[in-house]
């Protein structure tokens, strides 16, 4: 397809407000418009096939996506093979990925776009799936009263402490991250489990599922 100017498409319960490739789908496409188009995941395109599809000389504008990849999402099986060349993305929207959204599961596997530009989408530009987490608070106790390092005051046990209000004293925080190590700001499912690590310490461990 060339030449395509796709204007206020909307797919809101789905994928790709102008464009969705399921499976099986190739996608070749070139010196387009998306403008004001809008979805779920996909404000413009979403790509779910692995192609290998072909994209380029194309412009997304004022494209709105409610969760991810305002102008662009890409699922992890469409970063194998596909070409991405001289794309502009300019104040898309999106709960995450206000341009593009990526997803992957490997590093072998990212989004290059070959001279492409991406300004004033919100919220970031790109972003992807979480990869990477920080412990940005660890209480003395937390939960159920389970002690960090040493023995938990009695306190700790009672369901005051467990039903406490002011959730960073009870509750310990963990920011997942993208490829960029910007904040995951739709990661609401990580699953964390702890293990022992030695007498001083525990090993955090998380995974996303997909």
């Known amino acids: 397809m060339s030449n ?3 204007t206020g498409n909307k797919a809101y319960r789905g994928y790709g407000g102008g464009l969705y490739a399921d499976i099986g789908a190739i996608i070749t ?7 004001n188009n809008s979805a779920l995941d996909g404000g413009a395109i979403a790509l779910e096939s692995p192609g ?3 994209i380029e000389r194309c412009n997304f504008s004022y494209n709105q996506a409610f969760s ?6 890409l699922d992890k099986t469409v970063l194998r093979e596909s070409s991405f060349l001289l794309l502009g993305f ?3 929207s999106a709960g995450s990925g206000g341009g593009v959204f990526w997803t992957s599961e490997s ?3 990212v989004f290059n776009c070959t001279n492409c530009q991406l300004f004033n989408n919100s919220r970031y ?5 979480p990869v990477n987490y920080t412990l940005v608070q660890w209480p003395e106790t937390f939960m159920s009263g389970v002690a960090l390092s040493r023995s938990p005051p009695a306190a700790a046990y009672s369901l005051s402490a467990l039903f406490n209000q002011s959730v960073t004293r009870v509750w310990p925080q963990i920011q997942m991250s993208d490829v960029y190590g910007q904040t995951a700001v739709l990661d609401n499912f990580t699953m964390c489990t702890l293990a022992p690590l030695n007498l001083s310490g525990i090993r955090p461990k998380a995974s996303t599922p997909q």
């Open 90 to 92: 300019k104040n898309n």
């Open 107 to 109: 590093a072998a596997f």
């Open 68 to 73: 991810r990849g305002g102008g662009m999402y």
């Open 4 to 6: 395509v100017n796709a």
């Open 52 to 54: 290998p599809h072909s």
């Open 125 to 129: 530009d790109i972003a992807t799936n």
């Open 29 to 35: 496409l070139s010196s387009s418009s998306w403008m």
